[in-house]
């Protein structure tokens, strides 16, 4: 396989730097970068061993995939749990582990084990936004391991999937004074506006309201990282994206009114947390895929159109489809629906049995592939498919983009289809809109008259 001229250029800066980022858009082959860049560490002399850092999905597809086709030099492999590291002279060792492990005692007495052996390594974060959270064990323990590697490199699409903070923890794995903040609160004073906002008790919490000094911040990352888009630098077939209009039956459209008022009711409050208003809009999100929470806990299915119009459009396509939903309740029937034509991807799969589907999709089984964007939008590559359909989702701009890009990346060459299943009278629309708009939640998610516009018939450029 021949290197594109970002890869070149990209593996070029980087391949004597103690530390660097590649934040490229998925689909631009960073993993393919990153692999040469521990084989030159190796060839140098400067490692013994590679440690991969990432989610649980992607640990197989680094062993199964990535390693096999991008690999120029003799190499082994062991992959957390496994107790014992493989003793194969004259190869590059890489310790596949993902993020949950981090949390773990048995992983801390299983590291101290591989840095005895292999004190010359290189670690890598794989989808760095898993250590974007500075408070978590797993970040704080990111952490220490970037201490003791040799050489350290973060890889990601979408360094900043909630605001230009996220950067703080996965900036500080590289190295904790390149930003010139060793202290979260004090990069979240340079580049964060809050203001002191009142709770219930006396107590109070400072809100965010704007970001600032993000050019500063801009400048200084471009000393040690690369920002590539796909339209910049790669010759992909071009996207389509259609909403097909599917509306709410009778029965949710009665549940839909009632959220909404307990919507609207909420958002004229003093105080209104993100927390409570993301909680609420996927809430709604999930009535309009044909199911809903109720007061007691138990989740019951709702009378929905769109399995009939999903059958319709699976139908019309020549090909095979990818149908993302968030929602387990919509796998679950879509599976009834298509029966042995689906194949399911679930969470909660071992490795070997969610590479086993996708090895069946890949050959050609099944009409389509059933999937949920949180738990294999990153890292799988399916460009045998251009038709995707969004049967539900939630309102996270990561799992929309990420989910995306598994069809528009290198390797495919026909133009790829993008349909929305949803009701245009619900936020659904509102949600779509933002997502297809690479909009930043952050920005508005505490605007009362924006969230009222998502309810309301009123246009959202009004707000």
């Not at 992909?236 to 959220?259: A, C, F, K, M, N």
Request: hydrophobic share 35%; glycine share 6%.
């Amino acid at each position: 396989m021949q290197d594109f001229k970002h890869q070149t250029d990209g593996f070029e800066t980087a391949k004597d730097r103690e530390f660097y980022g590649l934040l490229w858009e998925q689909g631009c082959g960073k993993t393919r970068t990153a692999i040469h860049l521990s084989e030159h560490h190796y060839r140098e002399g400067r490692i013994t061993a590679c440690m991969v850092i990432t989610t649980k999905g992607l640990v197989r597809n680094w062993s199964d995939i990535e390693l096999p086709a991008h690999s120029s030099i003799p190499w082994s492999c062991a992959v957390w749990p496994n107790k014992r590291f493989p003793e194969v002279p004259g190869t590059l060792l890489y310790w596949l582990v993902n993020i949950d492990a981090l949390r773990t005692d048995p992983f801390v007495k299983r590291f101290r084990e591989f840095v005895k052996l292999y004190p010359d390594f290189m670690a890598i974060i794989d989808e760095s936004t898993v250590i974007k959270t500075p408070s978590a064990k797993r970040t704080r323990r990111a952490w220490r391991i970037g201490q003791l590697a040799r050489h350290r490199l973060i890889m990601t699409g979408l360094p900043t999937p909630r605001s230009p903070l996220d950067l703080y923890a996965q900036v500080k794995f590289l190295d904790p004074d390149v930003l010139g903040f060793n202290d979260f609160n004090q990069f979240k004073l340079r580049h964060a506006e809050t203001v002191i906002e009142m709770l219930g008790n006396g107590r109070t919490f400072p809100k965010i309201v704007s970001y600032k000094n993000l050019g500063e911040l801009k400048e200084k990352m471009s000393h040690f990282t690369t920002i590539v888009r796909k339209a910049d630098c790669l010759d992909l077939p071009p996207t389509r994206h259609r909403i097909v209009p599917v509306p709410l039956t009778d029965e949710q459209q009665g549940y839909y009114d009632e959220l909404k008022e307990e919507m609207l009711t909420y958002i004229d409050k003093e105080e209104v947390e993100a927390k409570n208003v993301l909680a609420m809009i996927n809430k709604c999100l999930q009535l309009c895929s044909g199911q809903i929470k109720l007061p007691d806990g138990r989740y019951v299915e709702v009378p929905t159109n769109r399995l009939e119009v999903l059958q319709e459009l699976v139908d019309e396509c020549e090909g095979q489809t990818i149908v993302w939903t968030a929602f387990v309740a919509n796998a679950i029937s879509i599976g009834k629906q298509f029966g042995k034509d689906a194949l399911l991807l679930p969470s909660g799969l071992t490795l070997d049995q969610r590479q086993v589907i996708l090895t069946k999709f890949k050959a050609g089984e099944g009409k389509l592939l059933v999937a949920n964007p949180a738990s294999a939008g990153h890292g799988i590559t399916l460009t045998n498919s251009s038709n995707v359909i969004y049967y539900s989702r939630s309102f996270n701009f990561e799992h929309r983009s990420q989910s995306e890009a598994r069809v528009h990346r290198i390797g495919q060459t026909e133009s790829c289809l993008y349909t929305d299943l949803l009701d245009p009278d619900t936020l659904e629309r509102r949600v779509v809109d933002i997502l297809n708009a690479r909009e930043k939640m952050s920005e508005f998610m505490l605007n009362k008259e924006f969230l009222r516009s998502m309810l309301e018939e009123k246009d959202m450029a009004d707000a």
